[in-house]
């Protein structure tokens, strides 16, 4: 065996210093190979210790060459001879004498000796480390794995609303590549579910308390569950973890279900009312005429009062009749193809009167060239003024109610929405989910079934109706219409 070691002890000024023993005693596993074989000439006992080989065993074989390298095409000794390169720092896999993989970081260097080239070769095991790190990143793996499986989209956001990491469903809804540059919640502008998710965010990030929320994305009919929940990173910072689930399919049918079970009660009520309180409301009115006609003229006179509260008690009342025969029956279209302006111009005169009664004054900002829609030009014309009427009734004295048009092009086809807006006090947030039932109301002398009718009717012209309230205050009700496309026109 090569006691290479001494090599070294020949300068005079270390003659006293044993490299033996420090080759012996040191921590580091060491080895000293031959650079033209890579057989091993020398190792110390930690070099041993590490490989589980005796030094009878381990020396006169070849261990560099034989190991397997993390890179695919490498001889460590023949890179180091090569271009005057005297030392290496590299990473390899070689086996323990058991067959279990030792990970190693070796420091090499060509040394030469008694004109021989060895390596001088510094082992340091990294197992341990290595399979930490494979660990974690397979957990880490793992994790994104599971975050991108779930059907949610979930945020991970900055108080301030910069968004730090999200999972595939996320990026998917940014119309983000996963990892894709730097965004921030206000990227997304008023665009739903982002700008409740950007209140939220807001919210926890000053109270420090989860809140949830539902949302409508008002064009496309979506509807968004958005929750908060605040959160601290490892280095303390705040953040907040954002989900955002898709719960459309469960609120329409929510929703329908209501509606059902409120059609069905009503389809009952019909027929019970149309029979108990269309004849009677008949007979009254007739007796009425004729009780007018038989009295003095005097007595009709003194009477006038009583007989004008009657004749409007007996109008709520028919009113009352046609709604609720309107929502009851199959509803037959007679269809045309008319400027908006027409059912527009219908409904102003039909709620003219109430209007000036009121105070309140009309603007209409549609233009003649605004849109031609396939209508029923009656039926659209009752929605738009039972929407106008509403529209009054919740209007200050002196203040305006503003209609106006616009095309949008939304869910793959031209859509003409039609907006009437108020300045009066705007739906309460928490009716807006039920103000389209049958007999919701809150207003005095209400019957609840003005919007039911307004939807029922929007939905036969193949649209939708959208109540939401005015940023500045006030209500905005917006109907949407398919729009006809050159061409279509019959
Ligand atoms: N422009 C509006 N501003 C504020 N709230 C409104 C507005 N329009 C409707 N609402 C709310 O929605 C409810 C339902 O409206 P809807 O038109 O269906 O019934 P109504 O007006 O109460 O009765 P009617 O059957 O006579 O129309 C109202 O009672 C009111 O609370
Ligand atoms: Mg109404």
Redesign the pocket.
Known sequence: MLRLVRFAARSPARRSISYRALFDLALEAIMFLDAESGVVLDANPAACALYGYSPEELIGTSRLSRSRSEERVFDPIADLRAGGVTMRHFFMVDYRRDGSELYLEINASIVRHRGRELVLAFHRDTTQKTMMARKLAEAGGDWQLSIDSIQEAILLVESSGRVIRVNEMAANLMGDRPGSGERHLSDFGSAEPWRRASELVAFVAEHGSALSSQVDEVFSGATWDVAATPATSASGERRVILVMRDVTLMASMEASLRRSESMAEMGRLVSGVAHEVRNPLFTISATLDAFEKRMLASAVTLAEPYLLHLREAIERLSTLMR?LLELGKPSLMQVSTESLLNPIGDAITDVAQLAAEKHVTIVNRVTPESARILMDRSKLAQALS?LL???I??SPAGEEILISAQRKQTMGQTWVLCSIE?R????AEA?LPR?FEPF????KG???????IVQRIIQHHGGRVIAENRTGGG?C?TVMIPHLVDGEEG
């Open positions: 709604e039972n009427e509403n529209a009734h919740h108020d009066g006090a705007g739906f009716d103000v919701f109301t809150k207003r209400g019957t609840g079934l003005g919007l039911p209500a009700i």
